[in-house]
């Protein structure tokens, strides 16, 4: 049983889905602290002048609060506003039609946590490119602990055989592969190198690191593959 233990994400890039398309079950990591600048409410696209931040405006975002409880501001438009730059910048992309009216269905309903939305886009697209594994939030396991230590716990409450970890070192975020391996639990590190693949604005060059939505409208049903393949 592989396990990938992450926090929510605002339309993750390409290397957050790479994972999870070798993984069985995905825990969302919803109640830890709340960082901002971060890319749980906000992610990047391609422009015609470079990149651009997507982002979901919220209010009391602060390590005090928890991930699951930071609140969307609905006092501004930032629903126009998003589908707006995704619609100016996507609009003469090959899918943009198979792709633009999902987000556009998925951002007109209403969202009170920025986590629920985060969810809600991360499991319809990972359904959209045929990835199938379980989804289950922290805060409903009740584990205990801090650190690797509660990731540990985490897996040992899923009875995992393998923890999948994201890019860094055997000790980075968290992971200390040592205390993993004393319980019985190998761990992968999931280093990551972004696929190339075709993209509005060619002039720019290739830009990685994009949100999802990027390799979505730009090579459709070909995204499972060009993700696959890059394992």
Known sequence: MIVTIHQPEYLPYIGFFERLAETDIFVILDDVGYQKNGFINRNKIKAEKGQKWITVPVVGRSPNLKINEVLIDNSQSWQESILDKIKFNYKKSPYFGDYYPFLENALDKKWDKI???????????????????????????????????????????????????????EKGHGVEKQEFEKHGIKIKIKEFSNPKYKQQFSEQGFLPYMSIIDLLFNEGPNSPKILISNE
Not at 119 to 140: A, V
């Open 115 to 169: 986590c629920d939305l985060d969810i809600y886009l991360i499991e319809n697209i990972s359904k959209d490119l045929g990835f199938k594994f379980k989804m289950i939030k922290s805060s409903d396991l009740k584990v205990e602990g801090k650190g690797t230590e509660r990731l540990i716990n985490i897996c040992k409450e899923l009875k995992a055989s393998q923890y999948l970890s994201g890019p860094g070192t």
